[in-house]
């Protein structure tokens, strides 16, 4: 049979219980909360990303270059040998199916565009066929933003590759001098 202190330590148990459970409920709220508040504050008006340039990709290969001309070649269907090829002489890039991606040009004839993507400096050139104009979820069934990758201020990542390589020419410049100097003075 129960007893008065048993009957107690079962009521502090359930009292116990109820807090965490209520602190649980708390946390749980809060956090939906902030999802929300997260997903509305992003941009998600998708339209007025396509209208500033930004494209979602819809494939997953080797499917970029940095040069205009291997990225036709490579919107043709190539060959695996052709892709293999590309890809151990650094000209082919993968693009990854729901990443956003920024065009800078298309080329209408061709129907290959210049993107620009924010993890690299570098602009790639690709078939506006592996670009769409509709979101597209990624691996986390996630649809990328300019505001959810932290893509927020383009012009900076060209700056970025501008000072880049004005940095190289600088150093370029530089070490042709000097090796212009040591071979006169010898």
């Known amino acids: 049979m129960f007893t008065n202190r048993h009957i107690s330590e079962m009521t502090m148990r359930i009292n116990e219980q109820e807090k965490y459970m209520r602190i649980l409920i708390k946390l749980s709220i809060a956090a939906l909360l902030i999802g929300m508040q997260t997903t509305a504050f992003s941009s998600n008006n998708y339209k007025d990303l396509v209208e500033e340039g930004y494209r979602w990709v ?10 205009e001309d291997d990225a036709q070649r490579l919107s043709k269907k190539p060959t695996r040998d052709a892709e293999l090829r590309l890809l151990r002489a650094d000209g082919a890039y993968y693009l990854i199916e729901g990443r956003i991606v920024k065009v800078l040009r298309t080329d209408k004839s061709t129907g290959i ?18 670009l769409s104009k509709h979101p597209i979820r990624d691996a986390y069934s996630r649809i990328e933003t300019p505001d959810t990758i932290g893509w927020t201020d383009f012009g900076s990542y060209r ?28």
């Open 58 to 67: 819809n494939v997953d290969g080797p499917y970029a270059s940095k040069f």
């Open 113 to 130: 565009a210049e993107i620009q993507t924010a993890r690299l400096v570098p602009t790639l050139w690709t078939s506006t066929k592996y």
């Open 159 to 186: 700056s970025v590759a501008k000072d880049t390589l004005q940095n190289q020419q600088s150093a370029n410049a530089i070490s042709s001098t000097f090796a212009t100097k040591d071979t006169d003075s010898h």
